[in-house]
């Protein structure tokens, strides 16, 4: 298994866990309310859970095809935007909590990810 597999399937599955809880969590919903995204917070709950839907199957997509070139939907096209698109969004969230003063600590993960998708992101598109 390589190294672009297993981090997109994580983030992937991250993605989909946070966007659903994004929709049902109590929580989550007072955290976009202080990041002042309360408005917002069911499209990007739906960003992330498509995003992390085409990481999985832009992942698992690719182990199945010998060639992706021979493919109508490119499955490389698929997990390289919405690494991307993770990045961007992951990259803003990092700003949000710089610009709120929240904790280093409370940053870190939001870095993580960004990180995570655009290792993903270069592996694909870049490389």
């Known amino acids: 298994m390589n190294i672009t597999l297993i981090i997109s399937l994580f983030s992937g599955i991250s993605f989909i866990v946070y966007g659903i809880s994004s929709f049902k969590s109590k929580r989550m919903i007072s955290e976009f309310q202080r990041w002042g995204y309360g408005n917002q917070r069911k499209l990007i709950g739906c960003f992330q859970l498509i995003g992390g839907a085409g990481l999985i199957f832009g992942s698992l997509f690719v182990i199945n095809t010998f060639d992706s070139n021979d493919s109508l939907i490119n499955s490389n096209n698929i997990l390289a935007g919405s690494s991307l698109i993770l990045t961007i969004m992951m990259v803003g969230a990092v700003f949000v909590r ?30």
């Open 98 to 127: 710089i610009d709120i003063k929240d904790k280093f600590v409370n940053i870190l993960p939001a870095t993580f990810y960004a990180i995570l998708n655009f290792i993903i992101f270069y592996n694909v598109f870049i490389k």
